[in-house]
Each structure stands twice: as C-alpha cells, then as structure tokens.
C-alpha cells in the first residue's frame, strides 16, 4: 500500500495560484494518483486523477513527473470557496485510503 | 442526478447506547461504503458492499459495530454499544465500481455527526 505525504497546510489569497504537492515514493506500476477535495461539513469529491504527465480539467490541473514519486495538485486563481481540505490517494488494487490531507485556506 | 442520502444529520447519545444510521446511495451504484472520520482525520473504511456483500470489513470492529445491505441498496450502520471514542461523523458513499479500483469514483453523502457523552 503505498504511503502518501503531503503538507498538512497552506495559506494562499484570492486570484493566486495554488500547488499542492503529494509525495508517493513506493508506488506501484499499476496505481494511479487521485485527489479529492472536502468541504466542511461535507463528504469528499473527487477533483482528478491521472497516472503520467498532465491532467486538467474544469476544477484543476495534476502534474505527474516520469518516476511518479510525486504528484502537484494545481488549482489556478482560486477563489474564497476553494478553502478545504484536498486528500492525495494513490489508487491501486488496495482499498481507497485517506490520509490527513492538507487543508487549503484562501483569504481575501 | 441525486446524491448519496443519509441521515441522520446529527446525533447525540450517551455512552453504552445504542445508534443506527441509515444510507441511501446513488440510484445505480453497487458499491456502498461507510467511512468513519475523527476530527482532524482523514475518512477511515469501516467497510464496503458490493451489491449485498461484503467486499472489505476488516476495520470495523465487529464487538460494537455493523452493518448491513439487504436488498443490495439502502444500508445502515449500527453501533452497540457507543464509546466515547466513537464521536466522528459517519459518512456514506457509493461508486459504480465496474471492478476496477483505478476507476473507482467515489460519490459522498454529508455524513452523520455522532457525539457520545
């Protein structure tokens, strides 16, 4: 089961760019790096997922480099709603597991 | 599309009781979960439903809590008797799961806030 790392908080403001870096040395072939973003008072949602290189979609960006042992979660000019907690999971043939994840708040 | 239905919302017992918590997934979903999640946590496995089955249980502690999916959709949760260290919000999910775990989307409900006193 691979261990993921990640910071357990960040500070940004309003219109910034926010890179939320996840550490995986021991992944495996087969897993894929998935993020899920928590809002208070909420369950988790799935934001992205990828296996190499970039992603993006509506929500963020994943950048993924060649040895996977890491991942960046990019979210571009984030707004006050985009405060959470953001969870980096790698996902293989074991079962989802969530670690603390980093908890992201904006400030105007 | 709806969501993942739970209730109750919040829930408040005394220690030695007895909770149930109850979870309707999205219509379609045959894989159901139940987390449990302490404050500053992230969501733990309890255990997961394929259908009426039991995929993974091997969190839950079976001396106090369970669950069941009987007709393969609703589920509840139970735990008897609570401990103090049961206080979390318990949070439902549900995904397609068409047996591959990389494409295992999961959908989550609000989740139920238990505080045992």
């Known amino acids: 089961l691979a261990k993921t790392t990640q910071p357990i908080s960040m500070d940004s403001y309003e219109g910034q760019e926010v890179n939320i870096t996840c550490s995986h040395n021991?992944?495996?072939?087969?897993?894929?790096i998935t993020w899920y973003q928590q809002f208070p008072s909420q369950g988790p949602r799935f934001i992205i997922q990828?296996?190499?290189t970039k992603v993006t979609n509506e929500v963020a960006s994943l950048f993924i480099p060649a040895d996977r042992k890491s991942s960046t979660l990019s979210l571009p000019r984030v707004s006050l709603s985009d405060t959470a907690v953001y969870y980096c999971?790698?996902?293989?043939?074991?079962?989802?597991?969530f670690g603390k994840g980093t908890m992201l708040l904006v400030s105007p | 599309e709806a969501g993942v239905a739970q209730s109750p919302r919040y829930k408040i017992i005394e220690k030695r009781q007895s909770v149930a918590f109850w979870c309707n997934p999205i219509?379609?979903?045959?894989?159901l979960y139940w987390y449990q999640q302490i404050l500053g946590q992230g969501p733990k496995l309890l255990i997961q439903?394929?259908?009426?089955?039991?995929?993974?249980d091997s969190q839950l502690p079976k001396d106090r809590f369970s669950a069941e999916r009987l007709k393969g959709v609703d589920s509840t949760l139970k735990i008897q008797p609570a401990k103090l260290e049961d206080s979390a919000v318990y949070l439902c999910?549900?995904?397609?799961?068409?047996?591959?775990?990389?494409?295992?989307?999961?959908?989550f409900g609000s989740g139920t806030q238990l505080s045992v006193l």
């Open positions: 439903f394929q259908n009426n089955g039991v995929v993974d």
């Open positions: 021991n992944i495996a072939t087969n897993d894929y």
């Open positions: 219509s379609g979903h045959a894989t």
């Open positions: 990828g296996y190499k």
């Open positions: 999971l790698v996902v293989g043939y074991s079962t989802l597991t």
């Open positions: 999910a549900s995904s397609l799961y068409p047996g591959d775990r990389v494409n295992e989307k999961l959908f």
